[in-house]
């Protein structure tokens, strides 16, 4: 069973950054492709990057581009997401989530979840 589990939230104000972390256990992470979500009060879940299995393709929405970056680190088995230049509009819980096909996180759906982070950016 594939497990993920994020760390790395917290309260950072706007203009700072944060890196999110991903332990992903159960399986060799190159199995998998790999992705970041998002959700916020009142919003709908929004997937903010994702990265194919073997690591070649990323993709992140023409929004996000050039403030967050997706990495992966298959020694340790860890994902990760580098957020800069944050806004208040950023604040979130972030969810870190793989599958099987880099298509499915690509529209939006993963087969599994872990069970998210709050990042609050706030001054």
């Known amino acids: 069973q594939l497990q993920l589990v994020e760390s790395g939230g917290g309260l950072v104000q706007p203009g700072g950054s944060l890196r999110l972390s991903c332990a992903v256990s159960?399986?060799?992470?190159?199995?998998?492709?790999i992705a970041w979500f998002r959700q916020a009060p009142g919003k709908e879940r929004e997937m903010i990057s994702c990265?194919?299995?073997?690591?070649?393709?990323?993709y992140y929405p023409d929004s996000l581009k050039g403030r967050f970056t997706i990495s992966r680190d298959t020694a340790k088995n860890m994902v990760y997401l580098q957020m800069n230049s944050l806004k208040p509009e950023d604040t979130a819980v972030y969810y870190c989530?793989?599958?099987?096909?880099?298509?499915?996180?690509?529209?939006?759906?993963?087969?599994?979840w872990g069970q998210g982070t709050q990042v609050t950016v706030s001054s």
């Open positions: 990265m194919s299995n073997t690591g070649s393709f990323t």
């Open positions: 989530a793989a599958d099987r096909h880099y298509d499915n996180l690509r529209r939006g759906t993963a087969g599994y």
């Open positions: 159960g399986f060799p992470l190159d199995y998998f492709a």
